[in-house]
């Protein structure tokens, strides 16, 4: 089947000209006179491509490609414009137009233009199309870690058990615990969440089951709390691990009482609410420490789903690198659709400490900067430092290879020992075999914050 252009004109002269140049390079052309005439023919059939004039009685060029980017996203506009006009089509090419070719035109640059904005088409219709196992549960990834944990989602999607995601920052906790909820009979109920790492510990309890008018001052009405606003649906309990210990046996009461009590109040509230909680926190270290109470911990971890770190599933990364690709390219109405191989080559090759997050990052700052279609790699500066020393041992030299790694192992076990012992650094000293002070000096060095003991 042939590509359908529209072409839109108040010009018949031009109308006419560019049907019969397309029609001769192979395209089935229709024409509109207006962006009225343009959005009704939009409407009644598909379009690969739209040809539209700037200055327009009625509905103008600018009208139509706003109308375009809300109701039919991602189907590229080019615009013609007058030479008195041209600032005009470079504002629109920051509102998303394809391309702009100026009057008169020349027909070399317009199949130019037009052999363009249909391959960007076509890249961009083809990753939003999403062909071939990329992933489930709305989620991205084939690797054999991937498909455990898609595999433990099936089971207890719609159930009312507790599950307990663990992963890193950044592995897409919260993802999970929305694709648990949207495929359980609870979809069409509320889904809740709450950080418990940003909420004052004073104010906590309040939050999480309500209080009643005058149970403090500033409770000048009721409110009800997040497991009743999450009542018959799902509530999420991010970072779990900072729930102080007080609310922590309250939060463990309304587990297994099923019912809760306003903060004032004089009576039990009994609540349907599926709890999920989350944590980037090894609750089991947390649990040996006295941080965390052992019977919340077995409360919470019936169902434990533990998400992969990027760095373990590796050739996840084009599939994520092409899903933020589409994301940003609509978002920031740019048209990157090709990443070349050594860009492609770094970012499987980078260890991604902050997992999915900071690629999403990596991604969207690529697109924003990127020129013309390409993803180039010198706008990678995060994916760059690390992965020179992993591609480029020769060139750098074995022992500056081996200090690197060196050095990101001696953080990452630092890291882990600190969060073992509650940040507490004589302890994590002391489960390191090495003194205070050169742990203190390790801190310094590696950029980590001491936290008060």
């Not at 489930?136 to 207890?156: A, H």
């Not at 279609?373 to 022992?399: C, I, S, Y």
Request: net charge negative.
């Amino acid at each position: 089947m042939r590509p359908r252009i529209l072409v839109v004109d108040d010009e018949p002269s031009i109308r006419k000209v560019l049907q019969a140049h397309l029609s001769r390079d192979g395209f089935e052309v229709d024409a509109a006179c207006d962006g009225g005439e343009a959005t009704a023919a939009l409407s009644a059939k598909p379009y690969e491509l739209v040809i539209s004039d700037l200055k327009m009685p009625g509905i103008g060029g600018l009208e139509l490609l706003a109308w375009i980017r809300t109701e039919q996203p991602g189907l590229p506009v080019i615009l013609i414009t007058a030479h008195g006009t041209v600032d005009a089509a470079v504002e629109a090419l920051k509102l998303g137009a394809a391309d702009f070719i100026t009057k008169p035109f020349d027909l070399t640059e317009l199949r130019n233009a037009v052999e363009k904005a249909l391959r960007t088409e076509r890249a961009t219709r083809k990753t939003l199309a999403d062909p071939g196992p990329r992933g489930r549960f709305e989620l991205i990834g084939v690797t054999p870690s991937m498909q455990r944990v898609y595999s433990l989602l099936e089971k207890v999607a719609d159930s009312p058990t507790t599950v307990l995601i663990v992963g890193e920052s950044g592995t897409g906790k919260e993802l999970v615990a929305r694709a648990l909820h949207d495929h359980s009979s609870r979809k069409d109920a509320p889904f809740i969440t709450v950080n418990c790492g940003a909420i004052p510990e004073n104010l906590f309890e309040s939050e999480l089951f309500g209080h009643e008018r005058g149970a403090f001052t500033g409770a000048v009405t009721a409110k009800p709390g997040r497991f009743e606003l999450a009542d018959g649906g799902t509530l999420l309990l991010d970072e779990v691990a900072e729930l102080g210990r007080d609310m922590q046996v309250k939060l463990l009461r309304a587990l297994q009482e099923r019912r809760i009590d306003r903060v004032g109040g004089t009576r039990s509230i009994a609540i349907d609410t599926r709890v999920i909680a989350a944590t980037n926190i090894d609750l089991q270290a947390a649990v040996a420490s006295g941080r965390f109470r052992e019977d919340l911990y077995y409360r919470l971890n019936v169902i434990p789903i533990r998400l992969p770190a990027l760095r373990e599933r590796r050739e996840d990364i084009p599939l994520l690198v092409d899903h933020f690709l589409a994301r940003f390219n609509a978002r920031l109405g740019k048209r990157v659709t090709h990443v070349a191989e050594a860009a492609m080559a770094r970012l499987c090759a980078w260890h991604w400490p902050g997992n999915i997050r900071e690629l999403e990052n990596v991604v969207e700052r690529g697109v924003l900067l990127s020129e013309g279609d390409q993803f180039a790699d010198d706008v990678l500066p995060g994916a760059t430092e690390g992965v020179g020393a992993a591609e480029n041992a020769g060139e750098v030299g074995l022992k500056e290879y081996v200090r690197v790694h060196t050095a990101r192992l001696e953080r990452a076990l630092i890291l882990r020992s600190l969060e073992a012992e509650n940040g507490n650094v004589t302890r994590a000293a002391r489960r390191l075999d090495i003194s205070r002070k050169s742990l203190q000096l390790k801190m310094k060095e590696y950029q980590l914050r001491e936290d008060p003991e």
